[in-house]
């Protein structure tokens, strides 16, 4: 029986930049949750390559065919900004069992702060466990091909942050 209540997740990360295996992640729980507000991480302390408006305009074009899919940037705690969407719930995805640590104390944390919000894990889909944003960028650095990791708006961006044109891959 439906309470009436629509239920928002909110997925954060930084998306430096977002790839295929955030966007499997992103239409499932689309299809599960009323509305998915992806949340881009300001994070300074990782020094993203991307700045944060490409990578919010990045995740902005490659999920432009999702209704219920908004995209924000925030550069507060996690539990203030979910406050602000009035919502409760965390979307993140698990790859491998050191995935699973840092989420783990990651949740603890966030209800520590915020007793109301709880944590849903996605298992990655298997073509997408081997995925990593920190690797692509390595191999894209090195002239290595990414394109079968990202979408191709965001393997033609990585590719010019690095000053590579797209074709020599
Ligand atoms: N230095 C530089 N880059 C780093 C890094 C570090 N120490 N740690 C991770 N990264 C990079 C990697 O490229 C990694 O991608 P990969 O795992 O696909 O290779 C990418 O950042 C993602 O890192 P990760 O820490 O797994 O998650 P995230 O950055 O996508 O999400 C947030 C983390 C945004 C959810 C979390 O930091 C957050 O909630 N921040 C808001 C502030 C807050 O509330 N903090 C308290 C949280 S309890």
Redesign the pocket.
């Known amino acids: 029986m439906s309470s009436g209540k629509i239920n928002i997740a909110v997925y ?5 930049p977002i790839t295929n295996g955030h966007f499997d992640l992103i239409e499932r729980g689309a299809r599960m949750f009323d509305k998915v507000v992806i949340a881009v ?1 300001a ?1 300074p ?3 993203p390559n991307l700045d944060l408006k490409t990578r919010m305009a990045l995740v902005k074009k490659v999920c432009a065919s999702l209704p219920n899919v908004d995209v924000i940037g925030f550069s507060t ?3 203030t900004m979910m406050h602000e969407q009035g919502a409760t719930i965390i979307l993140r995805g698990l790859r491998a069992v050191s995935d699973f640590e ?1 989420e783990f104390d ?1 949740a603890f ?2 209800r520590r702060l915020e007793p109301e919000v709880d944590l849903v894990c996605f298992m990655t889909s298997q073509d997408y466990m081997f995925v ?4 692509l960028k390595e191999v894209a650095k090195l002239g290595g091909d990414i394109t079968e990791m990202v979408p191709p708006d965001v393997a033609q961006a990585v590719y010019k942050k690095f000053e590579l044109p797209v074709e020599e891959v």
């Open positions: 954060p990360g930084t998306f430096d991480a994070s302390g990782k020094s705690l996690l539990t840092y990651m944390m966030n990593s944003a920190s690797l």
